[in-house]
């Protein structure tokens, strides 16, 4: 990067974290540092949902994933809406009205202790490895992008978020996420401004949009229905979005406690309820946008020359294995293939009156093949890469959005997306760590603790605890390489083993009244054993059951069960 991108992102950085400490000042007790005094106005509510939620692996994978897939990514986030609407009505007026910490305090009010505990100790374990994954999510794409190494840059991106979490609590992660999602947001659309303006002369934003459409990109909406009948495979098709993106997003949100704690910092009970109900609204609209900036830069890509591969650092690593000398043959097949596709499309872009005439039919029949080669290309590239011997990444989804801001894009710009980038992962993270932080002390140390603890201890030791969940993540983070997949894949996957159990548990607790703690606790660990060893047949190739799914498996097999048990009466 430039002197004038490092100054953009060690500025935005440091004014982030100026204003977050600077607005943070509260009570130094459990209720000040977790729930900033319950005095969060609606809006600042609604926006630290939205920065909760979305991480720094939505805007780097989310465009990614709409270049390779296209856009039916945004079927999973169908359900959501309709989840805002039940967790006002059943979730929040409970949470609300017993004035709890964390979600996990209810289930003890309405079960046992150990439900409490097991629900608790299943959400720190999702959530702790989840949050190091999004540590390390953009480490290893800017490290590799831009060539910094991947353990201080781990150290760098936990180290100054633990430092502010723990600082300044609920309320500096609620206001640094206000300012945060402004930049974001700001950066995201100067990207998409910048991929429309570095488009040829005379190819604007709907010819952008019709080269996407015509590759099959903008494909919003699929059924999942083949020839063969529904494919339960298929991981976002307006099934499995509506019905298992309800049940993933009931459970996050309703009790996930890195979001019940942000609506929990309200000043009332119509104010959590506003802010989840427009979250509810903005959240679809937003991931469209969002995807739409992967197609265009598909588009972007159709009239320039496109990487062979987006993940430099796997070519570098193939340069220096027994494939370098095939590489080097590869890559300059590949770029003449490129350089005669990228002729076509712009002769073609400058020529659409010539639709029909045999010169016309002649580019596109070479754009369809240099396609074809390229697919070729790609494909004996991955498995060079995935060679034991070679020890590569063959998955660059992640990479293709950060790779065009880095080739592509002015000085001083760049330096702001990666300040982008950090930014996102701040909001999730440091909510994730105060959320965490919250259940240890609340659920363990509090309730098993045999010393009754000053408020002075507490606000201390949930300041120890922040610190060292912190380090947990980055310990994760550093070990999580080679994820695979696109990494907003890899993180709903992992929630998604133990979303559908945790809110199954609750979901007996609002609605099976004569349902006992022994019965509901069995059933959690009989579900959950189910669900690991459905994920590990789906690894094998065994099931092919769609991640969506488990959190409907799940919640609907904690209930049932739970049901079954106390209806035999043999679990009191």
């Given at each position: 990067m430039s002197r004038i991108d490092w100054m953009v992102l060690i500025l935005t950085l440091l004014g982030i974290i100026a204003y977050g400490l600077y607005k943070s000042r509260t009570s130094k007790d459990l209720d000040g540092y977790f729930l900033s005094n319950r005095s969060v106005p609606w809006y600042i509510v609604l926006l630290s949902i939205m920065g909760t939620q979305a991480s720094a692996v939505t805007f780097l994978s989310a465009p990614g994933q709409a270049y390779t897939d296209g856009m039916r990514?945004?079927?999973?986030?169908f359900g959501l809406p309709l989840a805002m609407v039940v967790l006002c009505i059943s979730f929040v007026p409970v949470f609300r009205r017993l004035k709890i910490y964390t979600a996990y305090e209810y289930l003890e009010k309405r079960f046992d202790l150990k439900t409490r505990?097991?629900?608790?100790f299943l959400f720190l374990v999702q959530r702790g490895l989840s949050t190091g994954i999004s540590i390390a999510a953009p480490s290893i794409i800017l490290s590799s992008l831009l060539g910094w190494d991947l353990f201080w840059t781990n150290l760098f991106m936990g180290g100054l978020l633990i430092i502010y979490t723990v600082t300044g609590g609920a309320k500096a992660v609620a206001y640094t996420q206000q300012l945060q999602l402004i930049v974001i947001f700001g950066g995201m659309f100067l990207a998409a401004y910048m991929v429309v303006h570095l488009l040829p002369e005379g190819v604007g934003f709907l010819d952008a949009l019709r080269v996407g459409g015509k590759a099959g990109k903008l494909n919003v909406i699929t059924t999942g229905v083949s020839a063969h009948g529904f494919d339960w495979n298929d991981r976002y098709n307006l099934l499995s979005g509506i019905i298992g993106g309800f049940f993933l997003a009931l459970s996050y949100f309703g009790t996930d406690q890195s979001q019940v704690g942000r609506y929990l910092t309200a000043r009332s009970l119509g104010e959590s309820?506003?802010?989840?109900?427009?979250?509810?609204?903005?959240?679809?609209?937003?991931?469209?946008l969002i995807l739409l900036l992967g197609v265009l830069v598909f588009a972007f890509y159709q009239f320039n020359m496109e990487p062979v591969f987006f993940n430099q650092s796997q070519v570098t690593k193939l340069a220096g294995s027994k494939y370098r000398d095939s590489l080097a043959t590869l890559r300059h097949n590949y770029e003449e293939t490129q350089a005669g596709k990228v002729t076509a499309m712009r002769w073609m872009a400058a020529n659409a009156d010539r639709k029909g005439q045999p010169d016309y039919a002649d580019a596109t029949s070479r754009i369809q093949n240099a396609e074809t080669q390229k697919t070729q290309f790609r494909t004996t590239l991955k498995r060079w890469l995935d060679d034991r011997k070679v020890g590569g990444d063959s998955n660059d989804t992640n990479y293709i959005f950060l790779r065009f801001v880095v080739d592509n894009l002015p000085r001083g710009l760049i330096g702001l997306l990666i300040a982008v980038i950090f930014l996102a992962a701040w909001g999730s993270i440091a909510a994730a760590l105060n959320s965490l932080a919250s259940c240890t002390i609340v659920d363990f140390h509090k309730r098993l603790s045999t010393r009754v603890l000053s408020d002075k201890t507490e606000y201390r030791l949930s300041r120890l605890y922040t610190v060292l969940w912190g380090l947990f993540c980055v310990v994760v983070a550093q070990l999580a390489y080679n994820i695979g997949n696109s990494l907003i894949e890899a993180v709903n996957v992992l929630g998604s083993l133990f979303y559908g159990v945790i809110l199954g548990i609750f979901l007996v607790a609002f609605y099976l009244k004569r349902v006992?703690?022994?019965?509901?606790?069995?059933?959690?660990?009989?579900?959950?054993?189910?669900?690991?060893?459905?994920h590990i047949l789906n690894q094998k190739g065994v099931l092919h059951l769609s991640f969506l799914w488990l959190n409907v498996v799940g919640a609907v097999g904690v209930f049932l069960l739970s049901a079954a048990f106390q209806g035999t009466r043999k679990v009191i």
């Open positions: 990514f945004v079927q999973y986030y505990l097991l629900t608790s309820r506003l802010g989840l109900l427009i979250n509810g609204l903005v959240k679809v609209p937003m991931q469209f006992g703690g022994g019965a509901v606790f069995l059933s959690a660990l009989i579900i959950e054993s189910l669900i690991i060893t459905i």
